[in-house]
């Protein structure tokens, strides 16, 4: 590493001159660790952020129907109930009871409010085409009261008693009075109505035939339970330590801060500065004949000052010697010198002269 300091030695005595540093060049090892350095405060400034996505609420939703098929008292069966799953004999049959199961969780809070219904339907349809409905009444069973969602979870478990021969006798008084021949089925539903951040209508059903000797009782819940997301979906940047961050924020502006500086000073080293841009071209041109002296210039006692540069360099050529480069004064003032055998011959370079020139031009 150059001293900052120049010696300047004739007839014995030093003089020394104050050096500043300026670049004459961007060096790779100068501006290498500068990025380095800025890297680093970039990797640490990622480590200490995040991203979330945010504007979306995910929420699932089960269902479940459980029943029990109680029975009259008969000679057959030593249970009360027959649970799910199985073929009833419609003439044993005395209540149905239905236990609905309903849960709604979410990610987070869904501002919401919620009720729902159970409701008997009970419907005559054609024998040959159960899309055509003959005949159909509806009854709601039970009514919930509206309620706030809390703790971003709805949970609702509610059962119902049917009688079946009430519904079962009905139907067949309407088919015996038109004489006709039909399909008969109860409808059982629960059908829960969520409203806010999460809007959905959701059913659970089982539906009992009425109309056979036997029955089967089958159970709808399978598109009611599922995972589903609402909103609109956005990236949310936070910071997970703010010390990192700083010390982030930090390295990058220093770094970023001494390149621009560095690489401004050069690009700007001979801008209007006449003095720069006539030494830049004469260390170019004369490279092979100049030598940069090492803090250190030596003249002899005799010492003859040439005009311009030109006779300096035939000077050297004249004394068969180098010439040796020491800028004295940074940014001002340049010693170009050739030590003969007896003389020394100095050409003097400084801004002022130049600037000087320059304005008479």
Same mark, same amino acid.
């Given at each position: 590493?150059?001293?900052?300091?120049?010696?300047?030695?004739?007839?014995?005595?030093?003089?020394?001159?104050?050096?500043? &540093? *300026?670049?004459? @060049?961007?060096?790779? &090892? !100068?501006?290498?660790?500068?990025?380095?350095?800025?890297? !680093?405060?970039?990797?640490?400034?990622?480590?200490?952020?995040?991203?979330?996505?945010?504007?979306?609420?995910?929420?699932? %939703?089960?269902?479940?129907?459980?029943?029990?098929?109680?029975?009259?008292?008969?000679?057959?069966?030593?249970?009360?109930?027959?649970?799910?799953?199985? *073929?009833?004999?419609?003439?044993?049959?005395?209540?149905? @009871?239905?236990?609905?199961?309903?849960?709604?969780?979410?990610?987070?809070?869904?501002?919401?409010?919620?009720?729902?219904?159970?409701?008997?339907?009970? #419907?005559?349809?054609?024998?040959?085409?159960?899309?055509?409905?003959?005949?159909? #009444?509806?009854?709601?069973?039970?009514?919930?009261?509206?309620?706030?969602?809390?703790?971003?979870?709805?949970?609702?478990?509610?059962? %119902?008693?049917?009688?079946?021969?009430?519904?079962?006798?009905?139907?067949?008084?309407?088919?015996?009075?038109?004489?006709?021949?039909?399909?008969?089925?109860?409808?059982?539903?629960?059908?829960? #109505?969520?409203?806010?951040?999460?809007?959905?209508?959701?059913?659970?059903?089982?539906?009992?035939?009425?109309?056979?000797?036997?029955?089967?009782?089958?159970?709808?819940? *399978?598109?009611?339970?599922?995972?589903?997301?609402?909103?609109?979906?956005?990236?949310?940047?936070?910071?997970?330590?703010?010390?990192? !961050?700083?010390?982030?924020?930090?390295?990058?502006?220093? =770094?970023?801060?001494?390149?621009?500086?560095?690489?401004?000073?050069?690009?700007?080293?001979?801008?209007?500065?006449?003095?720069?841009?006539?030494?830049?071209?004469?260390?170019?041109?004369?490279?092979?004949?100049?030598?940069?002296?090492?803090?250190?210039?030596?003249?002899?006692?005799? %010492?003859? @000052?040439?005009?311009?540069?030109?006779?300096?360099?035939?000077?050297?050529?004249?004394?068969?010697?180098?010439?040796?480069?020491?800028? %004295?004064?940074? =940014?001002?003032?340049?010693?170009?010198?050739?030590?003969?055998?007896?003389?020394?011959?100095?050409?003097?370079?400084?801004?002022?002269? *130049?600037?000087?020139?320059?304005?008479?031009?």
């Amino acid at each position: 590493m150059k001293s900052d300091t120049i010696d300047y030695i004739k007839n014995d005595k030093i003089y020394r001159t104050k050096k500043t &540093w *300026q670049p004459k @060049r961007v060096r790779v &090892w !100068l501006i290498l660790p500068l990025l380095l350095l800025t890297v !680093l405060g970039g990797y640490v400034g990622f480590s200490a952020i995040g991203m979330e996505q945010t504007g979306l609420t995910e929420y699932k %939703v089960k269902g479940e129907i459980d029943y029990k098929v109680y029975l009259k008292d008969n000679d057959y069966y030593a249970e009360k109930y027959l649970g799910p799953g199985m *073929q009833y004999i419609v003439g044993l049959i005395s209540v149905v @009871r239905a236990d609905f199961h309903y849960m709604l969780e979410a990610d987070e809070d869904m501002n919401a409010h919620y009720e729902y219904e159970i409701i008997a339907t009970v #419907k005559a349809t054609d024998k040959a085409d159960k899309s055509k409905v003959l005949y159909e #009444k509806t009854d709601i069973l039970k009514t919930s009261k509206i309620a706030d969602v809390k703790n971003d979870i709805i949970n609702i478990a509610d059962n %119902v008693d049917i009688d079946y021969a009430k519904y079962s006798d009905y139907l067949k008084n309407f088919r015996s009075e038109f004489g006709i021949a039909a399909n008969c089925f109860l409808d059982l539903k629960m059908v829960v #109505k969520v409203d806010g951040a999460v809007k959905t209508e959701d059913t659970l059903a089982m539906n009992i035939p009425l109309s056979d000797a036997t029955l089967d009782i089958v159970i709808d819940t *399978q598109a009611l339970n599922r995972t589903e997301q609402v909103g609109e979906e956005r990236q949310n940047v936070y910071v997970k330590n703010l010390g990192l !961050l700083v010390a982030s924020v930090v390295m990058v502006m220093t =770094g970023v801060g001494i390149i621009i500086i560095i690489i401004g000073r050069y690009a700007t080293r001979y801008n209007h500065n006449p003095y720069e841009k006539e030494l830049n071209k004469i260390l170019k041109e004369y490279d092979t004949y100049i030598v940069e002296a090492n803090n250190t210039i030596y003249e002899l006692e005799n %010492v003859v @000052r040439v005009p311009n540069f030109k006779e300096l360099l035939d000077a050297s050529n004249a004394e068969n010697m180098p010439i040796v480069f020491l800028e %004295v004064v940074p =940014g001002e003032k340049a010693y170009f010198v050739v030590n003969g055998a007896n003389t020394t011959y100095r050409y003097t370079l400084s801004r002022a002269y *130049q600037e000087r020139m320059a304005v008479d031009e």
